[in-house]
């Protein structure tokens, strides 16, 4: 009879959480954006080819972000071992979540019987990016450098940057929360229940624009009548930081979805008080990408 395992080690939301932590708190960090680089595609499994899904995306273009990857091809070290691939040293891993059914069996004291309880828990799992990968000798060297080069090919990429750009305005004009163009500042009003926004033409690029208007649609699904997220922090408070994290995420999740460029605001007190949020309770990594996931399908549902 299978029984419950006493574990003391970290939980998983802690060790994601460190994982963050300690990317956000690096004094070398580069400015999170990342151009989208139409040839590339999606983020992927370098063996399997399968594309990544849920709230992985969001992780993988933050680990991308931090660490200057360009190349959307992941793989574990368990994958990559057997074909003779190995991380290069100091190179670092990026962590994605993988759902998995737990269950044990218990003896119930009042008759005897077995009761088999059964849940799911999300499992931090560490993959590389194809670039920080080498063979360890000539001949898996060359497969590597040919698995890269057939993985690359594959992708047809999804039209020009104009094409894209189009097409992802054409997704943000759809979304249900009334927009008001003029003015410099975008944010957007709960109790108007508005997005204001500056005009196209007063940003510096079409991606910048999307980017912005994806954030302040992010924030607007928190409404009473959609997602219902407390909406009501002060600036500078925890509440409104972690809102503003929420809408971050959300923003990177919807620009990836429409293959745009996206950008995430980086300076120091953003990071200070996301830092503060996540050391503060490790827990809330899952809810918080749990709620970006949740208002980036309402803009831009995943495709099928």
Excluded at 6 to 23: H, K, M, Q, R
Excluded at 220 to 236: E, I, V
Excluded at 246 to 251: G, K
């Amino acid at each position: 009879m299978a029984t419950k395992r006493n574990y003391d080690g970290p939980s998983p939301a802690e060790v994601l959480t460190a994982d963050l932590i300690e990317l956000m708190e690096r004094g070398d960090l580069p400015p999170w954006r990342k151009e989208w680089t139409g040839g590339s595609g999606p983020h992927r499994n370098l063996a399997t080819g399968a594309s990544y899904s849920g709230a992985n995306p969001i992780l993988l273009e933050l680990g991308s972000m931090m660490r200057g990857h360009t190349l959307p091809l992941w793989i574990g070290s368990s994958q990559a071992r057997p074909n003779g691939w190995f991380p290069r040293r100091g190179s670092k891993s990026v962590r994605i979540i993988r759902p998995q059914v737990n269950k044990y069996t218990e003896e119930c004291p009042a008759t005897g019987d077995e009761i088999t309880n059964q849940w799911v828990s999300f499992k931090p799992v560490p993959v590389f990016n194809a670039h920080d990968l080498v063979g360890k000798c000539e001949e898996s060297q060359a497969a590597l450098d040919d698995a890269i080069r057939v993985a690359t090919k594959q992708y047809g990429g999804s039209g020009s940057e104009c094409q894209r750009l189009d097409s992802a305005e054409s997704v943000l004009e759809k979304w249900c929360v009334e927009t008001q163009f003029g003015g410099s500042q975008a944010c957007y009003s709960p109790t108007a229940d508005i997005i204001r926004m500056p005009h196209a033409r007063d940003f510096e690029t079409r991606e910048a624009f999307c980017a912005t208007w994806a954030h302040e649609q992010a924030h607007s699904t928190g409404h009473s009548s959609r997602l219902d997220r407390p909406m009501g922090g002060a600036m500078g408070s925890k509440a409104y930081a972690r809102e503003e994290l929420v809408a971050e995420l959300a923003a990177v999740l919807v620009c990836y979805r429409l293959q745009i460029g996206c950008k995430i605001e980086n300076h120091a007190a953003y990071l200070k008080h996301w830092v503060e949020i996540l050391k503060e309770d490790s827990k809330v990594i899952f809810k918080v990408l749990s709620q970006a996931r949740a208002a980036a399908d309402l803009i831009a549902p995943e495709a099928a």
